[in-house]
């Protein structure tokens, strides 16, 4: 395994019963399938779809808040599924997660000093009071809540959105982490905050040599996060187009990517009018119970072929840096 590659996901799945509320008969839902990419050390994968797609469900995976239904992920080259409960806590505490939500993301009854302390203190980084409360000043400082004993002793309702989400950037990196999967870490935030905290997370990565693992629906928001780095696009579980995230955005091979950019507002009124949304045959995901046999996305692509409704194409590589999941871009396929 490359010495640069963080975590490697092999071949994951996620599976979920269901039982249909009139017939009582049991369905599975499959919220990832067949997933295969490397994180590296230092970089932004960004991974951008609808709601619904799988991303939060892969992100929780990711940190063990759910278990895969099958597949690996490696962490380091060592499986997690062989790792040693020393390994285990050291992977535990190098990932962490950034929820979508700040609020709900927080105990509503734990002051900021509670809420940072007991990370502190959990993995052992400091013990003693003083050296706690020093911790948490200079975390508090790092994320630009300044002084921070204005904030220390605030309960989450005291707090903006914006300052809520600081406190859980706080708490992510206070065990010094490797790897953050941010779940539309600014999605609940006020817009004219956003760029804000989008700086704050870049800033730590260069400061402190953090990976993301970036979800989003936005691929406005995914272009300014993820630049210089890749993108991966999802769609019901599966990634349909990889690559760097310029190319990916000046250049979408998939139709599902030209659907998903042509409905990304900018700011000119007069490209706005001249630009042609995708004709797509549908505005509405498939039931995940129940989706085409074929490629996923062939109910709604204006481009699909009969070839499309009966076979489901392999993520295939067609560029050197570009890899995409569709019959138009695979040669010999058509």
Do not use: W
């Not at 927080?106 to 911790?135: F, H, W």
């Amino acid at each position: 395994m490359d010495n640069n590659i963080l975590m490697r996901i092999d071949n994951l799945n996620k599976d979920f019963s269901s039982r249909e509320s009139i017939l009582g008969k049991e369905i599975q839902i499959h919220a990832v399938s067949n997933l295969s990419f490397d994180i590296y050390e230092g970089e932004v994968l960004a991974i951008v779809g609808e709601s619904g797609c799988g991303k939060t469900t892969l992100g929780k995976i990711l940190v063990e808040l759910l278990e895969p239904t099958r597949g690996d992920i490696y962490y380091r080259g060592k499986k997690l599924r062989e790792m040693s409960k020393k390994e285990f806590r050291t992977y535990r505490r190098e990932v962490q997660i950034v929820h979508q939500d700040p609020y709900a993301a927080l105990n509503p009854v734990k002051t900021v000093y509670q809420t940072l302390s007991s990370v502190i203190i959990a993995n052992g980084i400091a013990r003693r009071s003083n050296e706690v409360r020093e911790k948490i000043d200079e975390l508090l400082t790092i994320v630009g809540l300044t002084p921070p004993g204005e904030f220390i002793n605030k309960y989450p309702h005291q707090l903006s959105g914006g300052q809520r989400q600081r406190i859980v950037i706080a708490r992510a990196i206070a065990p010094n982490p490797k790897l953050i999967v941010a779940d539309e870490a600014v999605s609940m935030i006020d817009v004219s905050l956003r760029i804000g905290i989008l700086n704050l997370l870049l800033k730590l990565k260069e400061e402190l040599n953090i990976a993301y693992f970036f979800i989003t629906h936005d691929f406005g928001v995914a272009r300014f996060f993820a630049k210089n780095n890749r993108v991966g696009v999802m769609y019901l579980g599966k990634i349909v187009e990889f690559g760097s995230t310029e190319e990916v955005i000046r250049d979408p091979l998939h139709p599902y990517t030209k659907a998903l950019l042509s409905a990304v507002p900018v700011p000119d009124p007069n490209l706005t009018r001249s630009r042609k949304l995708l004709p797509l045959k549908s505005l509405d995901i498939p039931n995940p119970a129940n989706i085409p046999s074929g490629c996923k996305f062939s109910d709604r692509c204006p481009y699909s072929m009969d070839r499309c409704y009966r076979e489901r194409p392999e993520l295939i590589q067609v560029d050197k840096n570009r890899l995409v999941s569709c019959f138009l871009h695979i040669k010999g396929c058509l």
